[in-house]
């Protein structure tokens, strides 16, 4: 995760910075003494947070945040200020989170656990999968790519599966749910999952499926997923959930139930 972090005062700055970096040790950390140059950098880095005071003289935090979601609409804005009168106008542009100061770890941990728009979680040597909201893949914080976008949706029901073995036919008839010839589909199914394992190998992450002959599923132990962390009551999981379970797939609806 990148975050920014911006202050005028020098040593309010530093407390904001080391606040932050010791709550996520393995955030990249940008800090500036001004909102111009943290536009800057914003425009040409990724930046999943930030962490504004809001009185910064002429560029204040309200309008810094403004220019900010102009560039990138999903970044979280928390906003650390000593002035309490400054919430409800903070809250009218639906910022992430609001910070009084003085600023400690445990105040930006509990900022960071429950971000507005979720983040990947980045997580050394295993698949990243994202299941609420639209279903996402990610390998070395980055997005996966299928050519097959049925080999997508084939790791899709695997991770629903939760390791449980899925048969080719078993397979077939729930990625073509509403086709009439399901027996036309084998061939090309053979395509999809040939494309998956590549895919996946192509990653660095090609032992996370397990194939037997005509059934195969996903080791999860293999892949780092919010489902998963949501089953076991992590913390993770469980903020990360906003009411929407692999949302463009239809067949997805009946673990949402559920899920709520």
């Known amino acids: 995760m990148r975050i920014i972090a911006v202050d005028d005062e020098e040593i309010a700055l530093e407390s904001l910075e080391s606040a932050i970096r010791e709550a996520s040790p393995s955030a990249e950390v940008a800090v500036?003494?001004?909102?111009?140059?943290?536009?800057?950098?914003?425009?040409?880095?990724?930046?999943?947070?930030?962490?504004?005071?809001?009185?910064?003289?002429?560029?204040n935090g309200i309008a810094l945040a403004k220019a900010l979601k102009l560039r990138a609409p999903e970044i979280n804005i928390i906003f650390s200020t000593g002035y309490s009168e400054y919430a409800p106008e903070a809250f009218e542009m639906h910022a992430s989170g609001y910070i009084m100061k003085p600023i400690?770890?445990?105040?930006?941990?509990?900022?960071?656990?429950?971000?507005?728009?979720?983040?990947?979680?980045?997580?050394?040597?295993?698949?990243c999968i994202q299941t609420f909201g639209n279903f996402e893949v990610f390998a070395d914080g980055k997005p996966v790519s299928f050519k097959y976008s049925k080999a997508k949706e084939l790791l899709a029901y695997l991770v629903d599966r939760h390791g449980a073995m899925c048969t080719n036919g078993e397979a077939i008839s729930v990625l073509w749910e509403n086709d009439d010839d399901l027996d036309g589909k084998a061939v090309y199914f053979k395509n999809v999952r040939r494309n998956l394992i590549a895919t996946l190998k192509e990653c660095g992450c090609g032992d996370v499926i397990i194939q037997q002959r005509g059934?195969?599923?996903?080791?999860?132990?293999?892949?780092?997923?919010?489902?998963?962390?949501?089953?076991?009551?992590?913390?993770?999981?469980?903020?990360?959930y906003r009411g929407e379970y692999m949302y463009q797939y239809s067949w997805g609806e009946l673990r949402h139930i559920d899920i709520e």
């Open 32 to 59: 500036f003494d001004n909102g111009t140059a943290a536009l800057e950098y914003a425009s040409e880095n990724k930046c999943e947070a930030a962490f504004l005071d809001i009185d910064l003289g002429s560029f």
């Open 215 to 240: 059934s195969i599923a996903i080791d999860t132990k293999k892949v780092q997923c919010d489902y998963y962390d949501w089953i076991d009551g992590k913390a993770e999981g469980i903020n990360a």
């Open 104 to 127: 400690t770890a445990e105040k930006v941990r509990y900022e960071l656990d429950d971000l507005r728009f979720r983040t990947p979680i980045a997580s050394q040597g295993k698949l």
